[in-house]
């Protein structure tokens, strides 16, 4: 365990931008002589408010920036950190414990074909990944995003799902759960997207991260396309608090998702599953 896994660094929150009504966007800056925010998308940070207390957030912003970085937050309503966090101003400062966990094996998986399947609240850690990629166009194969949503309103993004749906270098699909008068995009879920993919599975690596109900359905899809669980990996980070396998809330079977994910292939997710289940 290195220092700054235990004991938080602060950083002044430089911009704050309201996705939807329940969440929001907190861009955060390190002082100039701190070692940076050098991370591997996938990965996220403990974000603290003084008197309050701490919980795990993934990071959503280009790794290439080291010292800027970005959290999209949602507010719960009895949320002891949430809460007060959406009440901060520009300004403000907060701790920060990280980055923790490990990774997307993006570099692993450099000429392949990359997948990017999000849901709801599962986009920022994908984001992440989408910048990294573009960062290193050339390295990669085809790229497509898949994102689902609840409602049009529920998107978070929006300015950079529109800006990846006319880019050249990616192909970007969305779809929302209940659709209005004014969306005239994809309306029902992310399953209904993935059916419409021609993919080579002998060179295409799946990341994803979203709700159960999501990734199950998905992951038949695939399977049936002849993806294997290897090539198919989770971001668990919903199931995390304190960041470094001490409180035990998120072990399951032999394995804490803060310390051996939180990203893991599907074959592992599998079998954590067949474990709760079973219990």
């Given amino acids: 365990m ?3 896994d235990y004991m938080p660094r602060f950083a002044q929150i430089e911009d704050i931008r309201i996705e939807t009504d329940t969440e929001k966007t907190f861009t955060m800056r390190l002082p100039d002589d ?3 925010m050098v991370f591997t998308p996938g990965q996220f940070i403990e974000l603290s408010v003084l008197g309050a207390g701490e919980a795990p957030f993934g990071l959503a912003s280009s790794p290439a920036e080291t010292h800027v970085f970005q959290s999209t937050v949602r507010r719960y309503s009895a949320g002891v950190v949430t809460v007060p966090l959406h009440r901060m101003q520009v ?19 450099a000429g392949d074909d990359i997948l990017l399947i999000a849901g709801g609240l599962g986009l920022p850690t994908l984001r992440a990944a989408v910048f990294y990629l573009l960062d290193r166009r050339d390295e990669y194969g085809d790229i497509t995003l898949l994102y689902g949503a609840r409602t049009p309103q529920d998107r978070l993004y929006k300015h950079d799902l529109e800006t990846w749906s006319h880019s050249p270098l ?10 209005d008068e004014n969306w005239d995009g994809e309306a029902g879920y992310v399953s209904q997207l993935v059916e419409k993919l021609q993919l080579d599975p002998e060179k295409t690596s799946v990341y994803m991260c979203g709700p159960a109900v999501m990734i199950n359905p998905v992951v038949e899809i695939l399977e049936r396309m002849g993806l294997t669980d290897e090539q198919m990996y989770v971001n668990m980070e919903a199931h995390m608090k304190c960041g470094v396998g001490k409180c035990g809330h998120c072990l399951i079977r032999d394995k804490y998702v803060c310390l051996d994910g939180p990203v893991f292939t599907y074959g592992e997710v599998k079998q954590m599953q067949q474990f709760q289940d079973a219990i």
């Fill in 91 to 109: 300004g403000d400062f907060v701790g920060v414990r990280g980055p923790l966990g490990n990774g997307f094996p993006l570099k692993k998986h």
């Fill in 34 to 36: 701190d070692p940076g």
């Fill in 170 to 179: 990616l192909q970007c699909y969305q779809t929302v759960d209940v659709a």
């Fill in 2 to 4: 290195r220092l700054e």
